[in-house]
């Protein structure tokens, strides 16, 4: 019986997810793995740490299913975005990857968009510190022989891609998060590349998500035990993009709300919808012939597991959310309710303002434990109605939606966010399911095993969250909007 593996190379974990042909998880793996912040604003993590991750993950699946493994007949891989791992000639990292929510490069993001002047145009995206080609000009200035024994630049799963084949390879989702991609056209841009002193040869090639990308090498077949065998390795995806086809996001119009460590709206379309002045990631789909909008909100069930913490319920979310649900009966209670301004760890869509800071307004002495958690929940959702404001603004319409994620668990606050939004919230169910999961499914793809149609399939529902049309909330929006350029004054910045 043929079996697929999907591996997620996560910023807290590596995940392997083994599946058998009719999508059934025959054995799955999680692996934690470190993060190091040596100096403020840095965030490191070593790529030999993924790779024994990964051989951890993939041997205690392989010994909960034995004979299932050695089935194996494609794999597919997912990660976080934006890291840079630099290697020399012979494939050795150089130091230490720089990922994702690293801060130091504020001023290597001006430099690139004074450098280019049409960077924008090009890139489809503004220069954050996040994104990987400010990350290089940083090495330039600040560890010149580093960046001078650099031969390739490769993603984070485009590195464990490199240790499983042996081949330099990534694939259009990540390589539009890199800032050197001319994303409408799926191909490298020379003048993007040569901004930051490199050269296309410094770049992996490119495939497509569910393409073959490789195949295992005979040395890292026989660690896997599967030697001999020259198994197919697909493409792949960033997290994001590989979580939409793993919920079955495939078709324009599609997506899903995350609401995970942050909140993200992720649409799906068949054209590049660019909306950079508001913070919209415009990147390319897993998929040919599509791509994706994504607003990203940055505190979404993490604000919840902050309150939770801030009024001593932390081990008792559930109670608390459960308290919340009675509170907001009471209409009286929904309208005095403080205001929550949800930016307690910055804010990217539509700001782009990583010092913006949260706030309560409206406090009174009546509030309790009840009342913070509800605006809270609120607060999150109204910063989620922005981010559907900037999907529509750039032409993405969301026409139906996955609702996905930790706090997808919470009933309550599904049903807030749809009335919010006026949006139907569908919960999957395994509304957790994650990245993994579209990365076998890409696997399966570049193995041939079916078609994209019958592999990515949407999962059955387990509930829809219909918008019942509450009008309270609209008023409370627009108070919510005015926080903004209030909390940015008393920062004594222009509003």
């Known amino acids: 019986m043929p079996t697929y593996l999907g591996l997620d190379i996560g910023t807290s974990s590596v995940k392997a997810l083994l599946l058998d042909e009719s999508q059934t998880t025959i054995a799955e793996a999680t692996v934690p793995v470190g993060i190091s912040r040596p100096h403020p604003l840095w ?20 010994d909960a299913a034995p004979e299932a493994w050695r089935g194996l007949a494609g794999i597919g891989l997912s990660g976080q975005m934006h890291g840079a791992v630099l290697v020399d000639g012979e494939g050795r990292v150089l130091r230490p990857a720089i990922i994702w929510n690293d801060g130091r490069c504020a001023a290597e993001c001006r430099e690139l968009q004074e450098r280019v002047p049409d960077f924008t145009r090009r890139a489809a995206n503004i220069a954050m ?12 200035r600040h560890e010149p022989d580093v960046f001078a024994a650099t031969r390739k630049v490769l993603l ?58 490789g195949r295992l090498s005979a040395d890292t077949a026989a660690l896997l035990g599967l030697a001999g065998r020259r198994v197919p390795v697909a ?7 590989a979580s939409a086809v793993g919920i079955g996001a495939t078709r324009a119009g599609e997506g899903f709300l995350s609401l995970g460590t942050s909140g993200v709206l992720f649409v799906v379309t ?10 919209l990631h415009a990147f390319c789909h897993a998929l040919p012939g599509r791509w994706h909008g994504m607003a990203v909100t940055l505190a979404a069930a993490s604000a919840l597991t902050w309150v939770a913490t801030l009024v001593g319920r932390a081990g008792d979310i559930a109670g608390l959310l459960a308290d919340v649900e009675r509170f907001a009966e009471s209409e009286r209670n929904r309208i005095h309710a403080p205001l929550f301004l949800p930016y307690i760890t910055g804010e990217r869509t539509p700001h782009n303002d990583a010092d913006a800071t949260g706030l309560f307004a409206g406090l009174r002495a009546e509030h309790g434990p009840d009342a913070l958690t509800y605006a ?16 529509d603004e750039a032409g993405a319409r969301l026409d139906s939606c996955m609702l996905v994620g930790g706090g997808s668990r919470s009933r309550f606050w599904g049903q807030m966010l749809a009335d919010i939004l006026n949006l139907p919230l569908d919960l999957p169910a395994g509304a957790e399911a994650g990245a993994a999961l579209g ?10 095993a079916g078609s994209e149609a019958e592999i990515c399939r949407k999962p059955p529902l387990r509930e829809r969250f219909s918008p019942r049309g509450q009008d309270g909330y609209a008023e409370r929006l627009a108070r919510f909007r005015k926080l903004y350029p209030a909390e940015k004054a008393t920062r004594g910045m222009p509003s």
């Open 376 to 391: 809270v929940l609120e607060g999150v959702s109204f910063g989620l109605a922005d981010d559907l404001d900037v999907l």
């Open 129 to 140: 510190p996040g994104f990987t080609a400010p990350k290089l000009l940083w090495v330039r």
């Open 270 to 279: 068949d054209r590049l919808t660019a909306l950079p002045e508001r913070t």
């Open 156 to 213: 984070p799963k485009d590195y464990i891609r490199f240790r499983l084949t042996g081949g330099y390879v990534s694939e259009m989702s990540d390589a539009a998060g890199t800032l050197w991609l001319d994303v409408n056209a799926r191909s490298w841009d020379d003048v993007l590349i040569e901004a930051c002193s490199l050269t296309r040869a410094h770049m992996p090639e490119l495939v497509e998500g569910s393409e073959l990308s």
């Open 43 to 62: 965030s490191e993590q070593d790529p030999e740490e993924w790779w024994q991750a990964t051989l951890t993950a993939t041997a205690r699946v392989r």
């Open 439 to 448: 990365a076998a499914r890409l696997g399966m793809l570049a193995a041939e």
């Open 235 to 241: 493409g792949g995806g960033g997290d994001n993009a």
